[in-house]
């Protein structure tokens, strides 16, 4: 795990050396361990590339980056791991290939120089890195299947810019940021973020998921840009149920399997729902004699708490269990280091536990961690998707099962008959009966707190993007959503949080769940192996992880994870966040402060219902008073 920054510019900059180096300061965190940089003339201009390294795989100083392939034609820097580069390498030494070092980076590098882009199929890994061919003068930028290592981009005036981190691309560009409208409206209107290519920086743009871009030096501008791996949800009949949970249980214990690969020490996060203990617990059959360590974030005296349910797994397997708990004063001490890591504004406080929960690790000494990230998207996970699951029983005509299907669903903790079937009505309803229905249930889509004209001015759209629906994927919408949720709107949020909380702490998060062979397994299995009939959400993965995981885990009803007393705390801190957003609110011209005040007045006092409007309203505040940021 590293992070990375580089740049080709048409004409060089006089002070591109201290921008560079600027650059790799804003990486330290991500890669305390070393540093490399590398300058050259090329094309008329000047390629640069940086690097910083958090020493995972080969701990020598033979894994220094930028690499350069033997004959001096690659150069290339990485951000991630291969975790099946042994494997990779075995079969690249069976085709002649010499290597001098033990690391994955030249694995990495040895494959493309054989296999060129063909290689990105056959990585499992996170990745984000870019590599430069001195024959032609490109330079690639390639990302992986999930996007769970972040890459974010500029293409101005002939010239690329990218790095790890918006503050290290920021330093790079040596200019201050400017904010994109549409995306500010997006967050503070419909809580919509890290759901498009598109920052919240004007310029500033992700490469999305399982995609890569070529940049011609020659001729300053991006060549290409592909798509190189998309989950597929055609159905596959040629597995019976207990057959299909045999084979998600040996593609995610060789997941784990292969994710335990690390020389320095490696630990799991675990709040004790079904994923995270399925990540430790299967850290334990696939290595019985490892020492596990646990790290949990515990709300004691709460419903959110999940101690006990954690202590079950921990003595299951034998870990070591670390846990740290928080309260409204501990999230106010911490704040602006946490926004700080974030980059950008997000969506409510439950990422303070994860925060707590890596720094915790790191305390400990623990470098590495696993965690269940990515399950829910898979295994039609948090309420079972039931508009989704309805709207495809509804499509092939089944309406009996769909009736019994909100009938059964209905039963669990939470649920209601009502409720699903408003789930299907939110899905299937056409965009402007959408838009009257959120308006009259107290969402408007121009509030008064927004000045409207200002965003109208700037070609602003107010609209809540929602996902468009394949007629291909007619009767198979669970499994359509679910593979929206992994690379659009859902996990790319999640994913971000992680990210960025774990190298706040110098950790590596590592994600099991989210490989390709399981991804495609699960996403071709029928929809009733995901979410039964009975409304059980995961049915193949509980059936999958009977004789591993606790029962008592598997048969859960419920779902918490870490997750915070946000309008406790809150409500507690209402008086320092208040100053602090009437503060930040005088430097934000398109915000109106008086009507905004008031709503806040207005949910703290109880006379409005508590949303996590509330934290969106003072998290976009600090993040815009704090970033320098510009209309």
């Not at 590293?2 to 991500?30: M, T, Y």
């Not at 949720?485 to 990210?499: K, T, V, Y």
Request: hydrophobic content about 40%; proline content about 5%.
């Amino acid at each position: 795990m590293c992070g990375i920054v580089g740049a080709f510019w048409r004409r060089r900059p006089a002070d591109a050396e201290q921008r560079l180096s600027n650059a790799l300061d804003k990486l330290r965190l991500r890669g305390p361990d070393d540093r490399g940089v590398a300058i050259e003339e090329r094309c008329g201009g000047a390629l640069a590339f940086g690097h910083a390294r958090l020493s995972v795989i080969d701990l020598s100083a033979a894994g220094h980056q930028p690499m350069h392939s033997a004959d001096g034609r690659l150069a290339l820097i990485f951000n991630g791991e291969i975790y099946n580069y042994r494997e990779l390498r075995a079969e690249l030494e069976a085709r002649g290939a010499q290597f001098r070092t033990a690391s994955d980076t030249e694995v990495l590098l040895t494959a493309w120089q054989v296999w060129g882009e063909d290689c990105l199929t056959r990585l499992d890994g996170m990745f984000a890195f870019a590599i430069h061919d001195r024959a032609n003068d490109r330079l690639t930028c390639c990302r992986d299947r999930f996007g769970i290592k972040p890459f974010f981009y500029v293409v101005d005036d002939g010239a690329l810019l990218f790095g790890s981190t918006q503050a290290a691309l920021v330093a790079l560009r040596g200019q201050s940021p400017r904010v994109n409208w549409q995306r500010c409206y997006d967050y503070l209107v419909h809580g919509d973020y890290d759901s498009s290519d598109q920052t919240f920086v004007e310029g500033v743009r992700h490469l999305a998921p399982a995609h890569l871009i070529e940049f011609d030096l020659t001729r300053g501008e991006v060549a290409r840009q592909r798509r190189w791996w998309a989950p597929t949800i055609d159905r596959r009949d040629d597995l019976s149920f207990a057959a299909a949970a045999d084979a998600v249980r040996e593609t995610f214990l060789d997941g784990v399997r292969l994710q335990l690969r690390s020389d320095v020490p490696v630990g799991a996060a675990l709040s004790g729902g079904i994923d995270s203990s399925a990540v430790v617990c299967a850290m334990r059959a696939v290595a019985p004699a490892m020492d596990i360590k646990t790290f949990s974030y515990v709300a004691s005296g709460t419903p959110l708490d999940e101690e006990p349910w954690a202590d079950l797994v921990n003595a299951h397997v034998g870990a070591q269990a670390h846990k740290v708990s928080a309260d409204a004063g501990d999230l106010l001490r911490d704040l602006d280091d946490m926004l700080a890591a974030q980059e950008e504004p997000f969506g409510s406080t439950s990422i303070y536990a994860q925060y707590r929960v890596f720094r915790l690790a790191r305390e400990t000494g623990t470098v590495v961690t696993l965690d269940g990230q990515g399950a829910d998207e898979l295994l039609a996970g948090y309420s079972g998707y039931p508009g989704f699951r309805l709207l495809s029983l509804v499509e092939r005509g089944e309406l009996t099962r769909a009736h019994r299907f909100a009938r059964d669903w209905a039963r669990w903790p939470g649920r209601s008959y009502r409720l699903a079937m408003m789930e299907l009505g939110r899905v299937a309803m056409p965009d402007q009966l959408y838009a009257v229905a959120r308006k009259r249930s107290g969402r408007d889509f121009r509030p008064p707190w927004l000045d409207v004209a200002t965003f109208e001015a700037h070609g602003v759209k107010f609209r809540e993007q929602r996902p468009a629906r394949d007629h291909s994927a007619r009767g198979r919408r669970v499994v359509e959503q679910l593979s929206k949720s992994l690379q659009e709107r859902g996990l790319p949020a999640l994913l971000r949080h992680a990210d960025r909380n774990s190298m706040r702490f110098s950790v590596e998060s590592r994600v099991p769940f989210l490989t390709g062979p399981l991804a495609d397994l699960l996403l071709s299995l029928p929809e009733e192996y995901l979410i039964s009939p009975a409304g059980e959400t995961k049915s193949v993965f509980r059936a999958a992880m009977r004789g591993i995981v606790p029962d008592a885990v598997l048969d859960r009803r419920d779902k918490i994870g870490f997750a915070t007393p946000e309008q406790q705390w809150l409500t507690a801190l209402a008086p320092e966040l208040r100053a602090k957003l009437a503060t930040d609110l005088a430097g934000i011209p398109f915000l109106r402060a008086d009507p905004l005040l008031a709503a806040f007045d207005a949910v703290i006092e109880g006379r409005q219902r508590f949303s996590w409007q509330l934290w969106r309203w003072f998290n976009f505040a600090r993040w815009y008073s704090a970033s320098g940021m510009r209309p």
